[in-house]
Each structure stands twice: as structure tokens, then as C-alpha cells.
């Protein structure tokens, strides 16, 4: 499967940026670009043949240098939140930038991984992103090498894969944030997406979405999706919307089924596989009529992100899996989504 590189405009500091696509013999294409390693666009096809744009974003690369909700973006070098935006390693404390409403630190800060300019190589059926975050970037120690690597085969799975390493103990917990819609971006809500997560235990949180500590019982809450039903069913019992890390499974690392989405009307669905301790759903709660590709709006719940990740705020909370990487060890997760219809 070949690679399309095509220009993609440059950055304000006038670096130019590439945006890489590669289209399965099912008609499924994929395109990301080199600022933010962002997934800047996902299409495939409905059970008729027709295929739409099933991710929310811009029309190009403008949209994406100014503030944004993460279209698309690889997060980190700590994805979701840590709480006040502080922690202490090694006996050391450590101040990053609260910019969640000057509460939480989130995505990685000011200037997380989804605003630098990636290093790319390209090959048949995949791209691969590097960038190395220096000692003290946002405020975390040590020098971090990370790659992520998109790829597209066949068999109509979308892997995505990080790697990364460091010269000193630093919190590393990287994800991607594309905001999902299965009936066509610019359609309307999620709200009548089904989800099915063999996930029984979530991550409650307090009024700031910090998780308390506790692992819940989804059983008996409108957290509960170990049975398929709608997204919207229950939304109305969750306040503010569903924006909460659930329990994979804390001591394995092979990859494995966690999930499937999808939209009863076009019939398209994904299945969701990975490595990682939990995974966030969150339903778009902050869209607030963002105007994005071919003028669409973005209104609340327009799309909904299913981030694989280690716990928010683990680096606070001794009883989470431990986020922080050391020298000599080398942090690996994947994450597969398989697109079909039904």
C-alpha cells in the first residue's frame, strides 16, 4: 500500500508540513500529518458503498495551529490530567501549567506533543513520527524519544503504536484524540452510537474531573456499557456527560478486545483493541459550535473520543498503575480499530 506525500502548508514560524495518505483496496483512507502527528482524516465506506468523513476537524492546516479541542492530535507527554498541575518523583516536586481553566494540567500543557513538528519516514502501509521532547519541556524532566507509528492494512485495521525513551524517570502516558462520528462528521450527535466495553470497573471523579482513587462498579450506574446500548441513554444521569477513564484491565499489557461503536443508521462499526489500562470516553461535552470542515458545526456531542491511556492523574495516586518511565525501559502500547459494517 502506497504512501501519498503531499504539502500541507507551513507553520507560523514558516516550517513547512507534509500530510501522508494511504487508501486500502475497501476504500478506506487514512491521512495524518506532520504538525502534531494529527489524524487529519479517516473515510470509509456505509454498508451501501458510500463513504463519508468520520472524523471531526478542519479544512487545513490553519485550523489546527490555533487553539482547538485536539482534532486528531497525538497527546502528551501525559495525556488527560494531573491534578493542580503538580507531582513529585523521586522525592522531587514538579510544576506544570494548568491549562484546563487554571485548575488541571491536560494533554500535555501549553505546548504539548500535538503542536511540535514531528520527524517523519514513510513506507509501504504505514508512516512513522518521531520527536524528541527535551529536559524540562512544559516542565517534565528528562529527554523523551517518542515515535508513533499510523498504519493501514487489508484487513481494515487502523493500528496506532508509541514508543518512547528517556535518559531520566519522567511521566509518559501518550494517546490519541480524534473525535469519532461513525454516521459522517457534520451529521449531528453520537448520542444514538451504541457502545459495547467489556469493561466492568470505572474511575469516578471529583467536580474538577480528577479521579478520586477509587475503581467503581459500573453495575447498576448509567456508566454501564457491558450491555450494548445508545451513548445518549443514560447521558442525561451523568453531569456534565460521559468524560471518564474506564478499567481495562491494570496488570495485563497484550493486546486485547475492549470495545465496539456503531452508528444502527449507516451500519458502520469499529472494534477496539489495546494494550493499555483504561480508556476515556469522552462525548464531546465541550464542543461549543466550532466550525470545521466544509463549514460544518460542531456543536456539543458532534463527536465523541475513546482515548486509550493510562489512569488520569496516576502520577498522583500511589494505588494507580504506575505512569512514570525510567532510563532503560521502554514504554510500548498499541491501540487497533477495526472498521466494518453491519
Known sequence: MKVLEQPFGKTASGQPVSLYTLENSHGISLSVMSHGAILFSLKAPDRNGKSEELT????????????????????????????????????????????????????GGTKGFDKALWRVEAEPGQVTFS??????????????????????????????????ETDRPTPVNLTNHTYWNLAGAGSGTVLNHELLMGCSRYLPVDRNLIPTGELRDVRGTPMDFTVRHPVGEL?????????????????????????ELSDPKSGRCFELKSTQPGVQLYTGNFLNGIKGRGGD????????????????????????????LAPGELYRHATVLRFFTA
Do not use: M, W
Not at 486528531?72 to 522531587?92: E, H, P, Q, S, Y
Not at 524528541?132 to 498504519?151: F, H, I, K, M, Q
Not at 447521558?235 to 470495545?259: F, K, M, S, W
Not at 475513546?306 to 492523574?313: I, R
Open 56 to 107: 471531526l476537524g478542519f479544512d487545513g492546516l490553519q485550523g489546527y495551529l490555533g487553539a482547538h479541542p485536539y482534532f486528531g492530535a497525538t497527546v502528551g507527554r501525559f495525556a488527560n490530567r494531573i491534578g493542580g498541575g503538580r507531582f513529585t518523583l523521586d522525592g522531587k516536586a514538579y510544576t506544570l501549567a494548568c491549562n484546563e481553566k487554571g485548575i488541571n494540567h491536560i494533554h
Open 131 to 164: 520527536y524528541t521532547s527535551p529536559d524540562g519541556e512544559e516542565g517534565y524532566p528528562g529527554n523523551l524519544e517518542v515515535r508513533a507509528v499510523y498504519s493501514l492494512n487489508e484487513k481494515n485495521e487502523l493500528t496506532i503504536g508509541y514508543t518512547a
Open 235 to 259: 447521558i442525561a444521569q451523568v453531569p456534565g456527560g460521559y468524560d471518564h477513564c474506564y478499567v481495562i484491565n491494570p496488570t495485563e499489557t497484550e493486546l486485547r478486545r475492549v470495545l
Open 297 to 324: 458545526i460542531y456543536d456539543r456531542h458532534s463527536g465523541l473520543c475513546l482515548e486509550t491511556q493510562s489512569f488520569p492523574d496516576s502520577v498522583n495516586k500511589p494505588g494507580f498503575p504506575s505512569s512514570v
